[in-house]
């Protein structure tokens, strides 16, 4: 008498497989229904994971304090061609809303300095100050921009000094706070 062999093993897989497939299917239009139609007829506001999104934290940090007069720095780079940035100081570090600010860097290179820029970056403007050479020469001298604050710094406060020596320029990012 023949056997009769079932082969129930087979048939759950198939089983397992279409109910991942249905899953998959069922999360598809899901997402789909959400991005195109609620949030498109004013349903909610922002797609969720959406670049424009923009989540507030609450409460609000509190900026990090900063030291006040007039501070140094020293500058390290890389780049060992043009013009080098040594060493400088920031008058004062912490400036009033109305009030100026200077900074001063030394600025070494193996051909005459011709230009240098200080650019301010502040919570919500960024300002270029042309730098003017205030001692020393072109070649080992000491360069210093003067701005009048207008915005504050509570969050961003970056100083990007770059000096050219015709040839090349060389750039330095100062992140205040």
């Not at 093993?9 to 497939?21: D, E, P, Q, T, Y």
């Not at 949030?39 to 507030?56: D, I, N, W």
């Not at 900063?66 to 020293?74: D, E, N, R």
């Not at 000491?142 to 020596?165: F, I, R, S």
């Amino acid at each position: 008498m023949p056997s009769i062999t079932k082969k129930p093993h087979k048939n759950r897989v198939r089983v397992w497989i279409l109910i991942a497939l249905g899953l998959l299917v069922y999360s598809g239009f899901s997402y789909w229904f959400v991005t195109s139609f609620l949030f498109q007829k004013g349903t909610f506001s922002t797609p969720p994971f959406s670049k424009t999104a923009r989540v507030t934290p609450t409460p609000t940090p509190s900026p990090r304090p900063i030291p006040s007069g007039k501070k140094t720095f020293s500058v390290s780079s890389g780049k060992k061609t043009g013009p080098q940035f040594a060493s400088g100081a920031i008058d004062p570090y912490d400036p009033k809303i109305g009030s100026t600010q200077t900074i001063s860097v030394t600025i070494v290179s193996s051909k005459p300095v011709t230009s240098g820029t200080l650019t301010m970056q502040t919570d919500t403007k960024t300002k270029k100050v042309p730098l003017s050479m205030v001692s020393g020469t072109p070649i080992n001298g000491v360069w210093a921009g003067t701005w009048t604050v207008d915005d504050t710094y509570l969050y961003t406060y970056l100083a990007t000094l770059t000096a050219t020596d015709g040839t090349e320029t060389n750039k330095v990012e100062l992140t205040l706070r």
